[in-house]
Nanobody, 121 residues
Framework: VQLQASGGGLVQAGDSLRLACAAS??????MAWFRQAPGKEREFLAV???????YYAESVKGRFTISRDKAKNTVYLQMNSLKPEDTAVYYC??????????????????WGQGTLVTVSS
């Protein structure tokens, strides 16, 4: 089982970026995006369930959108109106069989390697 995150880069404030997370080996009931800025804890951003329901952190609601291409077994994070405070390493994660703690990083067993997003002012 492997999660491969991609799409990070250096952008300016106000720009958009789309991250991708390709899963190989299996599908997950829930796939999520987290991020971690230097010196900070890993932060939940968004999750998409297999029934297509989505949840977002308040800090990104309205700016970020999580979506899935079932045929490619890939989850995306579309990020608009990026701000310098969005600078972080972004991780995708997958889990199954857990009914609680959907925003809790410790409940996700499978993780991608992270992709760096840097937003300049």
């Amino acid at each position: 089982v492997q999660l491969q995150a991609s799409g990070g880069g250096l952008v300016q404030a106000g720009d958009s970026l789309r991250l991708a997370c390709a899963a190989s080996g299996r599908t997950f009931r829930e796939m999520a995006w987290f991020r971690q800025a230097p010196g900070k804890e890993r932060e939940f951003l968004a999750v998409r369930r297999s029934d297509s329901t989505t949840y977002y952190a308040e800090s990104v609601k309205g700016r970020f959108t999580i979506s899935r291409d079932k045929a490619k077994n890939t989850v995306y994070l579309q990020m608009n109106s990026l701000k310098p405070e969005d600078t972080a390493v972004y991780y995708c994660a997958g889990r199954d069989g857990i009914l609680t703690g959907i925003m809790d990083a410790s409940t996700y067993r499978y993780w991608g390697q992270g992709t760096l997003v840097t937003v300049s002012s």
